[in-house]
């Protein structure tokens, strides 16, 4: 990548994998999604147990703080925490995946679906209710446990 290019570049890893997904999906079409699914549910979930082996439980609040020492509070609200419900806020896509589709943010948010599910020994579930991706203003998604 010696040439120079008007493409502004990424300023984390995440970024870097956003640019990637979105190359693909656009050069596949939404036949590539449940590849992308498959293979950042490993990522999060390869993540998941990482992080539960240094965890004292894996109660949801536990992981729910964990993940958070991860991401930028100036984009990302948590609206509330506790070992039933983590529900966050955030203005803008870590993976810059703003106005692309649906679909392809469930596929992506698989790396935290998966995530979850694993560091709270297969107990929570994700709902994405809005999705920048989907040109809402936020993101807005709830991790839940189940009984």
């Known amino acids: 990548?010696?040439?120079?290019?008007?493409?502004?570049?990424?300023?984390?890893?995440?970024?870097?994998?956003?640019?990637?997904?979105?190359?693909?999906?656009?050069?596949?079409?939404?036949?590539?999604?449940?590849?992308?699914?498959?293979?950042?549910?490993?990522?999060?979930?390869?993540?998941?147990?990482?992080?539960?082996g240094k965890l004292s439980d894996c109660h949801l609040s536990t992981v729910a703080a964990a993940f958070t020492k991860n991401f930028d509070p100036t984009?990302?609200?948590?609206?509330?925490?506790?070992?039933?419900?983590?529900?966050?806020?955030?203005?803008?896509?870590?993976?810059?995946?703003?106005?692309?589709?649906?679909q392809l943010c469930e596929a992506v948010m698989a790396i935290d679906r998966e995530y979850f599910f694993a560091a709270t020994d297969g107990k929570t579930t994700l709902e994405i209710i809005k999705t920048r991706a989907a040109g809402d203003p936020i993101c807005d998604t709830l991790y839940t446990t189940k009984d």
Do not use: W, Y
Request: charged residues 25%.
């Open 1 to 52: 990548m010696s040439e120079k290019t008007t493409d502004p570049l990424p300023k984390n890893a995440t970024e870097a994998q956003g640019l990637l997904i979105k190359a693909f999906h656009e050069k596949c079409g939404d036949e590539i999604l449940p590849a992308i699914d498959n293979i950042l549910g490993r990522q999060g979930r390869a993540l998941g147990l990482k992080v539960r």
């Open 75 to 102: 984009t990302i609200n948590v609206v509330s925490t506790s070992d039933e419900k983590f529900h966050i806020q955030g203005t803008t896509c870590p993976f810059g995946l703003e106005n692309t589709s649906r």
